[in-house]
């Protein structure tokens, strides 16, 4: 990109999904713009849907768009994120909820897929080494885990750590704790488990693999 996207370019840019980096506005002109820039892609199969590249991530969150960290599910506008547990205000359970999730889950394999440099789909791309936490959550809720509730209790807990590229995993019940860390690996997560010095709970280590 030589130059900054124009006011009405930014507008598409802005209006990307966070998750997938799908594009859901702008004329043709205005997305073949993007493309050429390299802030785009066009996925060449039906119905041929324009993406966001990493740089065009980048830009987009350069912005100041927090959407995707926000611990609510859902925003004031209405932007899918996924459930990192122990939220106050959770979305509604229900069919809808599970078909946002799925949709979700599967830009985010077409987005590891364009922009992983072989075109992998079994492990993280670049996005997700940025949303750490949210991109943990959504493999976790699009496997059917049940992240925990307000007042905490059984479920999944995905949290931020100090350690570089890595996201802690909480949740009560050894036997969901090795559930959830068998979807992460399968997820192209590298996760380890440990034990907690102060209140000996168990939980995981997780960070996206690179090979």
């Known amino acids: 990109m030589t130059r900054p996207p124009t006011a009405a370019q930014r507008r598409v840019i802005d209006s990307a999904d966070p998750v997938t980096g799908r594009l859901h506005s702008g004329t043709e002109t205005q997305l073949a713009a993007l493309v050429k820039h390299g802030l785009a ?12 590249t990493p740089a065009g991530h980048r830009i987009r969150e350069a912005a100041g768009d927090t959407a995707v960290e926000a611990p609510a599910a859902t925003t004031a506008t209405g932007v899918f994120a996924a459930r990192i547990g122990g939220e106050e205000e959770p979305p509604p359970a229900g069919p809808a909820r599970v078909r946002e999730v799925r949709s979700a889950w599967e830009g985010l394999v077409e ?18 080494r940025t949303h750490l936490v949210q991109a943990a959550a959504l493999a976790l809720e699009a496997a059917g885990h049940p992240p925990a509730g307000a007042d905490g209790g059984d479920g999944y807990r995905v949290r931020a750590t100090p350690q570089p590229e890595a996201v802690a995993v909480h949740q ?33 280590l997780a960070s996206p693999r690179r090979t």
Do not use: I
Request: charged share 30%.
């Open 172 to 204: 009560p019940d050894p036997e969901e704790l090795g559930a959830c860390a068998a979807t992460l690996e399968k997820g192209g997560w590298q996760v380890s488990e440990h034990t907690d010095p102060r209140t000996r709970a168990r939980y995981l």
């Open 41 to 52: 892609f066009r996925h060449p199969r039906p119905p041929h849907d324009h993406f966001l």
């Open 111 to 128: 987005l590891r897929r364009m922009t992983n440099p072989d075109g992998a789909t079994d492990r993280p791309c670049g996005w997700e």
